[in-house]
């Protein structure tokens, strides 16, 4: 039976709040089963990114709103973060790996939170935020399993 779960947070875009939303979405996302620890690390890390993008980048003071929701469904978990501040001009070259637009970042936030959902979503309207999707199923038990059986 496919169940539907979500929660929606919201809070300041501060840096202290980084590690509030990893853990949040980390127990939210543990009532999937069958999630390895692995891959719920991956969804930390892919939060941790996504909101940290935001502290660093949407707003010109701190305390900016983040609006960070996570929704169950079955044995999906789809994970939405919204910033409602500066956007981003061009998604495509923002995704792209080692591009920053702060001499002193790797640029490669985007292209770990890609390797490391099932499916990622970027969207912006410059002025109006930038809004990050991504989605995870569990593959651990399908990796673990291949040993043939007896």
Do not use: W
């Amino acid at each position: 039976m496919s169940v539907t779960n979500y929660v929606t947070l919201e809070f300041p875009a501060v840096p202290e709040n980084v590690e509030f939303a990893r853990v949040a979405v980390a127990c939210f996302a543990s009532q999937i089963n069958s999630f390895t620890l692995e891959e719920i690390d991956d969804v930390k890390l892919v939060v941790s990114e996504a909101i940290s993008n935001t502290v660093l980048h949407s707003y010109d003071v701190s305390g900016g709103l983040v609006r960070l929701s996570a929704v169950r469904n079955g044995d999906t978990l789809t994970v939405i973060i919204e910033d409602f501040g500066k956007g981003i001009a061009d998604v495509d070259q923002a995704k792209a790996p080692a591009f920053t637009t702060d001499p002193d970042r790797m640029g490669m936030g985007f292209t770990i939170m890609e390797a490391l959902s099932d499916e990622l979503r970027v969207s912006s309207v410059p002025g109006k935020g930038v809004k990050v999707e991504m989605r995870k199923s569990p593959h651990g038990a399908a990796k673990d399993s291949d040993e043939p059986e007896a």
